[in-house]
């Protein structure tokens, strides 16, 4: 029917009841259109699930195939090998016209396996949603991770539209934004924007944390910019020795083609030669979408002075909302290195963040555009 939500009234089945399949879940319970939301997790974790309410009904893996049996879409939502050991069971046993996809965080082995797997009448989607947090395990589920976060589909060549469009359109329901391209360009993207950072920042740490244990390096004297440029060096190992071993010739491309770019920058150090490549980094910085979840547009940002008390955001927050505007993003920035500012927020569009700039300035607060 013409206009009718996809996968409507159908059961769901959700592999792997963790932070992301648990927050699926818990999305898709909020879309309340008679969706039957079925988990499969250990024994425990269906427990859990149950009690938080992000499922309606519970299998353990070793009655996978009773919980997927009448499934109209399958999500795969293990850690990425995992998903490559219960590929082939799951494809087996998807009952005839299921999607089934997962949402590992490499995409290219997963996509092959499937292929290598596939059957008349089940149709695949790889996908990945570019939300998440460092906490682990369904008690971190949450029901609005997706929102407005980039959801990519990496359909294989053998996919029907109709399965990509499907859970392109249930995605964004659930306010995410999807976006399609194929497993290797995503590889090769991630290797690049997401995997060599975490190598970055984990050898930066490493080598700095060696200067201070071998020669008593002040690392106190670390403030704004190592802290975030070295954020994610706090990253669990176990997730990301799924994505190394799944990833590794991108990520070796990219630390490749990084070493030869720092060694550019070494040559040029002390010859007065960089201020075109700096030149160059601010300007590709500031094209770069400025939420974490990756807006496909840039937010419009202001900047508030204002004195670290208790109650500044709740007053903030209650101020702009008596004028109905909505903040998209918002950042307190407690160490200020570079430009003024206690907190940053970002807005949908330019005259909602020069409304709320006018807001706040009557309110008292001292504000400008960033
Ligand atoms: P998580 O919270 O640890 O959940 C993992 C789930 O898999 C749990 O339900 C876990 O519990 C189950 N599981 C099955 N076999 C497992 C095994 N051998 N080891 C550990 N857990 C196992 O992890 P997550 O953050 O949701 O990540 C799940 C998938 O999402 C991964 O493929 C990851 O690449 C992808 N992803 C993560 C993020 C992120 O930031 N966290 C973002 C995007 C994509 P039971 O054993 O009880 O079922």
């Not at 947090?133 to 971190?140: L, T």
């Not at 201020?275 to 508030?304: T, V, W, Y």
Request: aromatic share 6%; hydrophobic share 45%.
């Amino acid at each position: 029917m013409a206009g009718e939500p996809p996968f409507a009234g159908e059961t769901i089945a959700i592999v792997g009841v963790g932070l992301i399949g648990g927050s699926l879940g818990l999305a898709l319970k909020g879309l309340d259109i008679g969706r039957r939301v079925v988990g499969v997790s250990r024994q425990e974790t269906l427990d859990e699930a149950f009690a938080l309410d992000v499922i309606d009904a519970g299998y353990r893996y070793e009655d996978l195939e009773s919980g997927i049996r009448d499934a109209a879409l399958v999500f795969l939502c293990t850690p990425i090998v995992r998903i490559l050991d219960l590929l082939p069971e799951v494809l087996a046993a998807a009952r005839q016209d299921a999607v089934v996809t997962d949402v590992g965080s490499t995409k290219h082995a997963i996509v092959s396996s499937a292929t290598a797997h596939r059957r008349d009448g089940v149709h695949f989607v790889g996908g990945h949603p570019m939300a998440g947090s460092e906490q682990r395990g369904v008690s971190a589920a949450d029901p609005f991770l997706f929102q407005n976060a980039i959801y990519i589909l990496t359909p294989s060549p053998e996919t029907p539209d109709f399965a990509v469009e499907g859970l392109a359109c249930l995605v964004s329901a659930f306010g995410a934004r999807p976006m399609r391209m194929t497993p290797q360009e995503h590889d090769r993207a991630a290797a690049a924007v997401s995997h060599l950072p975490q190598m970055m920042a984990t050898s930066l740490v490493s080598m700095i944390g060696r200067m201070t244990e071998d020669e008593g390096l002040p690392i106190r004297m670390a403030a704004g910019g190592f802290r975030d440029l070295t954020r994610i060096a706090s990253s669990p190992y176990e997730m990301w020795r799924d994505i190394c071993h799944t990833n590794a010739t991108p990520i070796r491309e990219m630390i490749d083609l990084y070493i030869e770019s720092l060694s550019a920058i070494r040559s040029a150090v002390d010859r007065d030669r960089l201020e075109q490549a700096f030149d160059f980094a601010n300007r590709i910085r500031g094209q770069i979408p400025k939420d974490s979840k990756g807006f496909l547009h840039p937010l419009h940002e202001i900047l508030l002075l204002a004195e670290d008390r208790p109650g500044v955001i709740a007053d903030v927050a209650r101020t702009l909302a008596g004028e109905n505007i909505n903040i998209n993003d918002i950042e307190v920035l407690s160490v200020r290195e570079g430009e003024g500012g206690t907190i940053r927020m970002g807005f949908d569009s330019r005259p909602c963040a020069e409304l709320a700039v006018d807001v706040l300035g009557k309110a008292g607060y001292s504000v400008r555009m960033r």
